[in-house]
C-alpha cells in the first residue's frame, strides 16, 4: 500500500514559534514552543474540543506569540501516514477515514486541526501520528491470527500507539546511557490515562502491547485492555449487549475506574488504599500484574534488555506504582529502589551498578512534535 509523505508546498518555513495541539478523549492542551523546545505559553482545556474548537485555539491565540506552524497529535495515522506530514485535502481525507479506529481520540483532534487550520491558513500544519513509531513492526508482531481473508479484505493489523511518547523517551534513555539508539535493545512503558508497552530493537519499535486500536493490551484508567473476545460475544448473545453498549464500557466504564468503582486515578487509588478500601487495592494490583506481563512479552522480542524505561504520568510521577512494577519483574534482573531527585529529569530510579537499568523520562509528546514539526517544515 502506498505512503503518503511530508511533500507538496509547505507554507512558509518554520523559523520560529511552533503551535503545538494536542487533543484528548477529556482535554485539549495547547503549546507554543520555540526552536530550542522551549515552552512559551501553554492553556489546558478540561473539556475536549467540538464545535467550540475554534473559540479555544483563538482564545489561546490571543495572548500567545505569533507562530510559523502548527503540530497536530493525531492518535491514528492509518496504514498510509507512517511519518509526520503536511495537511492537505488528501492527508484530511485519510485521517477521516481511520477516525473510527480510535473513537475517543480522533473526533476531538480531528475538529481541533480543522479549526486551527481554518484560523491559521497560512502556516503549515503537520500530522504527528501516534502510530508512526511501529509503521515498521515485522511482519509476525504486526499480523493478527485471523482469516488471512479478514486482514487482507479489512486491513487488520497491530498498529500500535503512544509512538510519540516512545520517540522522545528512546532518544532520551540513549542520552542518560550515553550510547547511540540505534545500538539499544530496550523495554519502554508508557504508564498514563492510556497505557501500553513497547520492544525498541536497533532504535525500532519490534513489538507492541496496543493493537488495531488504543484499546488493546495493558489495563488502564478507564479503557478495559485486552478481553477474551469469546467473553464479548457471550455478552453480546447471552445478555444482549449490543455494539454500542460494549463500545461505551470497554472504553469509558472499565480499567481502574471500572474496578475500584471510584476512580481511574491511581492517586486516588493509592490513598484510598491507604484507608482500607479492597476495591481499590486489587484496582491497583491487577493494574500492577498487567503491566508486569505487557512488559515481560516485550522482553520476549529482544536478546538482551539493555534498560527498561517508565514515561506518562503515572511512570514517572507514582514511584509506588513503578516500584511495585519492578518488584514483580526480578526474573528478568529489573531492581528498581531509588526516587527520583528532579520528577522533570530523565534519571536513573535502578541502584548504581544495576543488571538492567531502570529509567525515568518525563512524557515528551509535546517536544516531539514541535520537533517532528520543525523537521517536516524547515
Not at 76 to 82: A, K, Y
Not at 174 to 179: K, S, Y
Not at 308 to 316: K, N, R
Request: hydrophobic content about 40%; overall charge negative; aromatic content about 4%.
Amino acid at each position: 500500500m502506498d505512503t503518503v509523505t511530508a511533500t507538496g508546498p509547505a507554507g512558509p518555513a518554520a523559523g520560529g514559534p511552533v503551535l503545538v495541539v494536542d487533543a484528548g478523549s477529556s482535554s485539549l492542551h495547547l503549546r507554543v514552543l520555540d526552536e530550542d523546545l522551549s515552552e512559551l505559553a501553554a492553556r489546558d482545556f478540561t473539556d475536549p474540543p467540538g464545535d467550540d474548537a475554534d473559540h479555544m485555539v483563538t482564545e489561546f491565540l490571543h495572548g500567545a506569540p505569533e507562530v510559523v506552524a502548527a503540530g497536530h497529535r493525531l492518535v491514528h495515522g492509518g496504514p498510509r501516514l507512517t511519518s509526520a506530514t503536511l495537511v492537505d485535502a488528501e492527508v484530511r481525507e485519510l485521517l477521516q477515514d481511520v477516525a473510527d479506529l480510535a473513537p475517543l481520540h480522533m473526533p476531538p483532534a480531528l475538529a481541533v486541526l480543522d479549526a486551527a487550520r481554518s484560523l491559521l491558513p497560512d502556516i503549515p500544519h503537520v500530522a504527528c501520528p501516534d502510530t508512526a513509531f511501529h509503521a515498521h513492526l515485522p511482519e509476525a508482531a504486526r499480523t493478527y491470527a485471523l482469516p488471512r481473508k479478514w486482514n487482507h479484505r479489512y486491513g487488520l493489523r497491530r498498529y500500535g500507539f503512544h509512538g510519540l511518547s516512545y520517540s522522545w523517551a528512546l532518544a532520551r534513555a540513549a542520552d542518560l546511557l550515553a550510547r547511540p539508539a540505534g545500538e539499544l535493545q530496550l523495554v519502554l512503558t508508557h504508564l498514563g490515562g492510556g497505557c501500553s508497552a513497547c520492544a525498541v530493537r536497533d532504535g525500532g519499535s519490534v513489538d507492541t502491547t496496543m493493537g488495531f486500536t488504543p484499546l488493546e493490551g495493558l489495563t488502564m484508567s478507564r479503557r478495559s485492555g485486552s478481553i477474551d473476545p469469546g467473553l464479548l460475544l457471550w455478552l453480546q448473545k447471552a445478555h444482549a449487549l449490543t455494539p454500542d453498549d460494549l463500545v461505551e464500557a470497554l472504553n469509558r466504564e472499565s480499567g481502574l475506574l471500572g474496578l475500584s468503582g471510584t476512580s481511574g486515578d491511581t492517586r486516588d487509588l493509592v490513598r484510598a488504599r491507604e484507608h482500607g478500601d479492597p476495591d481499590a487495592a486489587l484496582a491497583l494490583e491487577v493494574f500492577t500484574v498487567d503491566a508486569c506481563r505487557g512488559i515481560a512479552a516485550m522482553a520476549a522480542s529482544l536478546d538482551r534488555i539493555d534498560a527498561l524505561v517508565f514515561t506518562g504520568e503515572i511512570g514517572t510521577d507514582q514511584p509506588e506504582i513503578r516500584e511495585a512494577v519492578c518488584a514483580r519483574l526480578a526474573t528478568l534482573g529489573i531492581q528498581g529502589g531509588l526516587d527520583p531527585d528532579d520528577p522533570q529529569r530523565a534519571t536513573a530510579v535502578s541502584p548504581p551498578g544495576a543488571r538492567v537499568p531502570v529509567l525515568v523520562v518525563p512524557t515528551g509528546e509535546t517536544q516531539q512534535i514541535a520537533a517532528e514539526t520543525l523537521s517536516v517544515t524547515g
